[in-house]
């Protein structure tokens, strides 16, 4: 046995707050990559937004630097300044570089707010090669700046000629810790403050990016109303005008907007604190609570509903319902440190209480609106029940239990899903040659015939009546609907493999369509990838390379530093043959997946409406506006 090295008290290293977070920045900003990039300018930004929420601003500027710093600026109070009496130093340093510290404690300064940990800023100051903190309170300007986490001299005081007062903090984070770059992406920041706004009613919101000269500004008046009429432009409305209350119950602010469309999907965002909860909560379930009690009351009242008839289900309440709930309170409890899922108890009550009151009264004084409301509800009970005889053909007796798996499907021969990975694949030729370069111990291959149904425009029947969504459904394992069970998958890695041309662009956006609005638990979990199959194969002499880009292409070919080189452009799959499509793309010590994620849900509610819907304006105007960034047309 081989000798081990002593262990000691000196084998115990002590890290100070910012060593931890430098060595272990994953644990506080989820990953050193871009949505970790971006995560730094979402806690400094949330820092002004708990201002304004708690009625101390009503201005945030955010400017990304040609350098790729960041400024974040504010009216508010201004980071106290004065001496932390237990620490010795000043209140604005003692903020900026020790964690669990801020004002968002116990009697703090803030009766609410998104940030409850109280790591945010100084973790960003610890991520950061260079910072800058600005406080304008009475007159003066208070500042300081740091390297690194790290103290570069003690705070600075001068006469404020603004006579103003808030916040500026700018930084430059870390590209040794980054591991994508610190290049901000402009699109994924102005959509998170488009929604701040609208969640923070007459807070105005400005981005100026000085890199591309692009520049907004967000405002709106009438809050989250102006949110849901925001996710139904692209939609038919059947309710003019939309439901609205805002009310406080012990200490407990509830405001709920919510206006009903012509489709078929049920879009319902929440949020606590102006935290998107993806999973929900307890808010969620007392807004859903009263909605069906509250409609199946006036339903009776008003003879929507006769003796004989049964009341309505939630799903049937539901559909085509888009709604934002959105609670602030003083100690919100989250089932985990991501924030997804609302646990306070009372609040359930809280919301149901408001909720219900309210709407009851709307109802009555907007009988119109709530006869189409009623009668999009009787619509939906009467396809639920006409599909009801489908349903239990096609999901109770056997089609999704398991046991008889589609045809086309090449199961792997590995049981343990957590080991297991389905490839879906486009057409017959990409999947034979996929079934012979895989690797059949954990890789299966479900070729699709076509293009699948677009479901953002059908209804559930017609949907189970598709033999390739049915194929899925089944090679899957959860069931669908009603039936859906995460438990229950086959693989926990799914990924979509279609050609690099728009044909499979298509087919992949029909897929990602699917599974967003049926099976949106698999994209939460991390389930569902997307194959990056390479776009070129350069030869030169007995060497090969692959190129994944034009970039890539581009940088091969002055490394063969020849004008001998035979260049192969893949538009399709099936051009490869089953060791290459191996190498480059199915063998997990080679391959390049994209994992897909929801960050913004109300965000991709709304492009897939756009894109996949039935209103064609929306989505004509969409192609014309971004036809110029297009590289790969087929012709």
């Not at 806690?43 to 955010?62: H, Y």
């Amino acid at each position: 046995m081989e000798e081990i090295q002593n262990y000691s008290a000196q084998s115990i290293k002590v890290m100070d707050d910012i060593e931890h977070v430098r060595a272990r920045p994953s644990m506080y900003i989820g990953s050193p990559d871009l949505y970790g990039l971006h995560h730094l300018v979402y806690e400094i930004f949330d820092n002004s937004v708990d201002e304004a929420m708690n009625g101390g601003a009503d201005f945030i500027e955010v400017f990304i630097h040609t350098d790729n710093k960041v400024t974040v600026n504010d009216n508010g109070r201004g980071i106290p300044t004065d001496m932390h009496p237990g620490e010795g130093r000043p209140a604005m340093e003692v903020v900026m570089t020790k964690l669990r510290a801020g004002g968002k404690f116990g009697d703090g300064g803030y009766k609410v707010s998104g940030g409850l940990h109280g790591v945010g800023a100084s973790v960003v100051n610890a991520l950061s090669t260079w910072m800058r903190v600005e406080v304008r309170r009475e007159g003066k300007l208070y500042y300081q700046e740091y390297e690194q986490g790290r103290i570069a001299f003690d705070m600075k005081v001068t006469d404020d000629p603004t006579n103003g007062c808030g916040t500026t903090v700018i930084f430059k984070a870390d590209d040794s810790i980054f591991t994508e770059g610190t290049v901000y992406n402009y699109e994924t920041l102005a959509q998170r403050f488009r929604e701040t706004a609208f969640l923070t009613k007459a807070l105005k919101i400005r981005i100026v990016d000085e890199r591309s000269d692009q520049e907004q500004t967000f405002y709106f008046e009438g809050g989250i109303v102006s949110f849901v009429r925001q996710l139904n432009r692209k939609r038919g409305v059947i309710q003019q005008r939309a439901f609205y209350v805002d009310k406080t119950v012990d200490n407990t602010k509830v405001e709920v907007a919510m206006q009903y469309n012509d489709g078929y999907n049920e879009s319902v965002f929440a949020f606590a604190n102006n935290i998107n909860n993806v999973d929900g909560g307890t808010h969620l379930t007392g807004f859903r609570t009263a909605l069906t009690r509250t409609i199946n009351n006036y339903a009776r009242k008003s003879g929507g509903l006769k003796e004989k008839d049964d009341n309505f289900t939630g799903d049937d309440i539901r559909q085509g319902l888009c709604a934002i709930v959105s609670v602030k309170l003083t100690n919100p409890q989250f089932q985990s440190q991501t924030k997804v899922k609302l646990s306070n108890a009372e609040v359930k009550t809280i919301v149901e209480a408001v909720v219900g009151e309210a709407l009851e009264e709307w109802l009555e004084q907007n009988p119109a609106d709530a006869k189409r409301i009623i009668d999009k509800c009787l619509l939906a009970q009467r396809v639920r029940e006409a599909q009801s005889k489908i349903k239990e053909n096609i999901v109770r007796k056997g089609a999704f239990d398991g046991l008889s798996l589609p045809g086309k499907l090449a199961d792997c021969s590995e049981k343990d899903a957590t080991r297991s990975e389905l490839y879906i694949v486009e057409g017959d030729s990409a999947g034979g040659t996929a079934k012979q370069g895989r690797d059949r111990r954990f890789q299966a291959i479900l070729p699709l015939r076509g293009k699948i149904l677009n479901v953002e425009r059908a209804a559930l029947d017609r949907m189970l009546s598709s033999d390739t969504i049915r194929s899925l459904i089944t090679a899957l394992g959860t069931g669908i609907g009603d039936q859906f069970e995460l438990a229950r998958l086959r693989y926990h890695r799914i990924i979509i493999m279609t050609d690099a041309d728009v044909d499979g662009a298509h087919i992949r956006t029909l897929l990602l369509t699917f599974f967003f609005r049926n099976m949106e638990e698999i994209i939460s979990n991390g389930h569902l990838y997307i194959a990056q199959p390479p776009l070129y194969r350069l030869a030169h002499n007995k060497q090969v390379v692959y190129a994944y880009n034009d970039a890539e292409k581009d940088l091969a070919m002055k490394r063969f530093s020849s004008d001998k080189v035979n260049i192969q452009r893949y538009k399709g799959l099936g051009e490869m043959n089953s060791e290459q499509l191996w190498d480059t793309t199915m063998d997990p010590r080679n391959r390049t997946l994209l994992q897909v994620t929801i960050d913004d849900a109300a965000g991709a509610d709304e492009v897939f409406q756009m894109l996949m819907g039935d209103e064609v304006p929306p989505r004509k105007s969409f192609i014309t506006t971004h036809a110029k960034y297009v590289k790969n047309l087929d012709i």
